[in-house]
């Protein structure tokens, strides 16, 4: 049917279609001003860790004394990073001061953190602030935790983080290049330089947000957890390459990535998804030097990195979705169904 209008009639409708055009554009260039301002109010957020150097202050120590006193006037870490109650602290003390005198290990410290070849602190605190300002972008209401920086000879752990406080032990993390290396096996050894910490620091702290359904014990549910905290460390620091966050070396990714219909293939075949076993489970999630039961040539957290696809898929097939929403969502199916993720390659 054909809707004919007289003269006037047509000059009605064009003046109400130019006034919905310009409504238009007022509420786009709205849209584009708020979008900019948020922008603007994301580079406004600066959170500031400053890094509390335990190391220094220990290599400073003067005598046993001193070395306890340290370790009295930061408990929080006295007690979880080493493991050790106030009663023991002396004995500890004992055996940090004799650390610290000997001089072969303090060649080793001066190297570790060598502002030219070693671990170069400010770069370390600016990346954490970095990190920590995106985090708080996110969550307005997140409060960071203190950052501690320590050195011990391999007596204490690599990184470990809590709500109040993360302690990163400087000597695992010297390098290929150092003098000693962490008593790991050899594919566990690329993970420990200074470019993971930061992603490190991140993949524990995504732990902590990322919810579960503690009924589902599937292979599935494990990959996307995974994969969730995966994302979240890749959102708050969008400039570390994915091989520094998931801990395969660039080759071993791209070599995935090639492979990944293969890989799905393989989880479907064997109707893994929903396995429930936990030493089946393993072989999949674990680190290990291969997942031979794909290929002598798959790197192992093979689980881990399929869910990070599939989880990525689900933001791109699902944009209404926020970081957070997603990080909420302890319905590991709910995730697949809705990535609509088939092993297909990102330009597939």
Same mark, same amino acid.
């Given at each position: 049917?054909?809707?004919?209008?007289?003269?006037?009639? %047509?000059?009605?409708?064009?003046?109400?279609?130019?006034?919905?055009?310009?409504?238009?554009?007022?509420?786009?260039?709205?849209?584009?001003?708020?979008?900019?301002?948020?922008?603007?109010?994301?580079?406004?957020?600066?959170?500031?860790? /400053?890094?509390?150097? @335990? $190391?220094?202050?220990?290599?400073?120590?003067?005598?046993?004394?001193?070395?306890?006193?340290?370790?009295?006037?930061?408990?929080?870490?006295?007690?979880?990073?080493?493991?050790?109650?106030? !009663?023991?602290?002396?004995?500890?003390?004992?055996? @940090?001061?004799?650390?610290?005198?000997?001089?072969?290990?303090?060649?080793?410290?001066?190297?570790?953190?060598?502002?030219?070849?070693?671990?170069?602190?400010?770069?370390?605190?600016?990346?954490?602030?970095?990190?920590?300002?995106?985090?708080?972008?996110?969550?307005?209401?997140?409060?960071?935790?203190?950052?501690? +920086?320590?050195? +011990?000879?391999?007596?204490?752990?690599?990184?470990?983080?809590?709500?109040?406080?993360?302690?990163?032990?400087?000597?695992?993390?010297?390098?290929?290049?150092?003098?000693?290396? /962490? !008593?790991?096996?050899?594919?566990?050894?690329?993970?420990? %330089?200074?470019?993971?910490?930061?992603?490190?620091?991140?993949?524990?702290? *995504?732990? =902590?947000?990322?919810?579960?359904?503690?009924?589902?014990?599937? @292979?599935?549910? #494990?990959?996307?957890?995974?994969? =969730?905290?995966?994302?979240? +460390?890749?959102?708050?620091?969008?400039?570390?390459? $994915?091989?520094?966050?998931?801990?395969?070396?660039?080759?071993?990714?791209?070599?995935?990535?090639?492979?990944?219909?293969?890989?799905?293939?393989?989880?479907?075949?064997?109707?893994?998804?929903?396995?429930?076993? &936990?030493?089946?489970?393993?072989?999949?999630?674990?680190?290990? /030097?291969?997942?031979?039961?794909?290929?002598?040539?798959? &790197?192992?957290?093979?689980?881990?990195?399929?869910?990070? =696809?599939?989880?990525?898929?689900?933001?791109?097939?699902?944009?209404? !979705?926020?970081?957070?929403?997603?990080? %909420?969502?302890?319905? *590991?199916? #709910?995730?697949?169904?809705?990535?609509?993720?088939?092993?297909?390659? #990102?330009?597939?």
């Amino acid at each position: 049917m054909l809707f004919l209008y007289n003269n006037s009639e %047509q000059n009605i409708l064009k003046n109400t279609f130019n006034i919905l055009l310009a409504i238009s554009v007022i509420i786009l260039q709205s849209c584009r001003f708020d979008k900019d301002k948020s922008d603007n109010e994301r580079q406004k957020v600066k959170l500031s860790a /400053p890094i509390i150097r @335990l $190391d220094s202050l220990l290599f400073a120590s003067k005598n046993e004394a001193e070395v306890f006193k340290l370790l009295e006037n930061n408990k929080i870490i006295s007690e979880s990073y080493f493991e050790t109650p106030s !009663q023991n602290f002396p004995e500890l003390a004992k055996k @940090l001061f004799e650390f610290i005198q000997n001089p072969t290990l303090g060649q080793f410290y001066n190297e570790t953190i060598n502002n030219t070849t070693g671990i170069k602190i400010n770069y370390l605190q600016n990346a954490i602030n970095q990190a920590f300002s995106n985090i708080k972008v996110t969550y307005p209401n997140f409060k960071a935790p203190k950052v501690y +920086t320590f050195f +011990t000879g391999f007596a204490g752990k690599d990184i470990q983080v809590t709500d109040s406080a993360i302690v990163i032990g400087l000597e695992y993390f010297a390098g290929k290049n150092a003098k000693y290396r /962490p !008593q790991v096996y050899d594919y566990q050894l690329k993970k420990y %330089q200074k470019e993971y910490i930061v992603p490190s620091i991140l993949n524990q702290l *995504a732990i =902590k947000k990322a919810k579960i359904d503690p009924l589902d014990k599937s @292979l599935l549910a #494990d990959m996307l957890f995974y994969g =969730k905290c995966y994302q979240f +460390t890749k959102m708050m620091i969008p400039n570390v390459a $994915d091989s520094l966050i998931i801990g395969y070396s660039q080759k071993e990714l791209d070599a995935t990535e090639v492979s990944q219909e293969m890989v799905w293939a393989h989880m479907v075949d064997q109707k893994l998804l929903y396995e429930t076993s &936990p030493f089946k489970k393993a072989k999949y999630l674990e680190e290990r /030097p291969n997942t031979q039961e794909i290929s002598p040539d798959c &790197p192992g957290m093979i689980g881990r990195w399929l869910g990070w =696809k599939i989880v990525k898929k689900y933001l791109e097939n699902n944009s209404e !979705q926020s970081l957070i929403s997603l990080l %909420q969502n302890p319905k *590991a199916q #709910d995730i697949f169904e809705k990535s609509k993720y088939k092993g297909k390659g #990102d330009l597939n």
